[in-house]
């Protein structure tokens, strides 16, 4: 394992907004291996806003760049460990250790298995510098040594796994079926199963998520879909056996801001049931963070809060009064245009403004470009198709509100 000196932590503190291409090219003292500083002050820089308990730790020694990217987030780790409890947890998966470090703050006994040799090693150095003393670091995989006798004992209360999303050549991979371990192999899950008691799998947030849930027939308990600032970032699935039903008992779609968790939790059931009215644009216009949308709830986002819907396909929500609480983004409506330059050159005439496309035929970048618009400013354009089939641009401006 890498150890760093006094020095070179103190070179370390000295460097942090550093550009580390530039330190790379000049002289330094005959003490200081600025290859190795270099790696590590630019895994730390990736991990300023994603993981700022571990940035700011002098002593900790970050594995490579790659490794804090693959990692989770300081927010989702916290959320993921919410949804666990009891005695004993084994992440099977445990990478860079973030998933680790937060359950081992919700579970009595956590063990950290990981298949990297240097991951591992690195592991069992950090996570008692951050107070995760109840760790036990195992370096293997995971699979393989759930099989080994003595093991682990007896069943835990949880396994946690990430499942490998690369294919031979590093690509990304997304299916269940694709990923190291199948997910979608029932022999698998049972293997699993003759160990735990529940399951949370964490898997690519571009998953499909209807197929997974057949794919897993009969096991999901419940789904969370996680994101952050309005960017999905993770899919997590409960697994247990006693669920034995088709459909999830709950669907969880979380927002974290900077300031807070925005929660829209409902079941299939309520989806299909939702009653929901078209109607042409009002005064505020609704448009569902990323998690909602991902979560499927097209119906029920506008049901539940007394909107009506634009279009059959056009995820965006009106209403006469403003509803503040609606999980999303909100906006106060100025003028309809169709999708013309000269008109909309009269009402932003300084011809910038944020776009956003839903259920019109043109992408962001085509319809810039035919509108000659540059992007940012304090008009939003909400570009889309009504009940009646016409392609209209909605200017707006947006309703001061949480971060979603």
């Known amino acids: 394992m890498i150890q760093l000196t006094h020095t070179e932590q103190a070179f370390i503190q000295a460097h942090l907004t550093a550009d580390v291409r530039s330190l790379l090219l000049r002289a330094h003292p005959a003490d200081i291996d600025i290859k190795k500083l270099a790696a590590q002050l630019s895994a730390r820089q990736k991990a300023r806003d994603k993981l700022p308990t571990w940035y700011a730790h002098e002593a900790l020694i970050f594995p490579p760049p790659l490794s804090v990217e693959q990692a989770s987030s300081e927010r989702t780790a916290h959320y993921k460990a919410s949804l666990v409890q009891g005695k004993r947890l084994v992440d099977l998966t445990g990478g860079m250790g973030v998933d680790t470090w937060a359950f081992a703050k919700r579970v009595e006994q956590v063990t950290y298995v990981e298949q990297q040799p240097e991951l591992a090693e690195l592991a069992a150095y950090n996570l008692p510098l951050l107070g995760a003393t109840n760790v036990q670091v195992e370096q293997g995989n995971g699979l393989t040594l759930l099989e080994k006798p003595g093991f682990l004992n007896g069943s835990v209360d949880w396994l946690y796994l990430d499942p490998h999303r690369r294919n031979e050549q590093g690509g990304k991979v997304v299916r269940l079926e694709d990923c190291e371990p199948d997910l979608s192999n ?33 096991l999901v308990k419940d789904v969370h879909i996680v994101a952050v600032q309005g960017e999905v970032k993770e899919i997590l699935f409960v697994l247990s056996q006693s669920s034995a039903i088709p459909n999830p008992g709950s669907i969880n779609a979380i927002n ?6 925005i929660v829209f939790t409902f079941n299939e059931q309520e989806e299909r049931d939702a009653a929901i009215s078209l109607g042409d644009p009002q005064s505020y216009l609704y448009e ?7 979560a499927g709830a097209f119906r029920l986002a506008g049901h539940r809060y007394g909107l009506q819907k634009l279009a059959p396909h056009s995820h965006l929500y009106t209403s006469h009064a403003l509803i503040r609480d609606f999980p999303g983004r909100i906006f106060k409506l100025q003028s309809i245009l169709k ?21 019109f035929p043109q992408t962001v970048a085509e319809l810039r470009k035919k ?26 401006h947006k309703v001061g509100q949480s971060d979603s």
Do not use: C, W
């Open 186 to 218: 029932p022999s698998t899950l049972m293997k699993l199963f003759q160990h735990a008691n529940q399951i949370l799998v964490k898997v690519s947030p571009l998953l499909d998520i209807n197929l997974a849930v057949r794919q897993m027939a009969g």
């Open 256 to 261: 974290l801001t900077s300031h807070e968790s």
């Open 288 to 294: 569902p963070n990323a998690a909602v949308l991902k």
């Open 339 to 359: 999708p013309d330059a000269k008109a909309l050159k009269q009402v932003v005439p300084d011809g910038k403004a944020n776009l956003t496309v839903r259920n």
């Open 371 to 396: 509108l000659s618009l540059r992007e940012g400013g304090s008009v939003y354009i909400l570009a889309t198709t009504l009940q009646n089939g016409d392609k209209r641009l909605l200017i707006t």
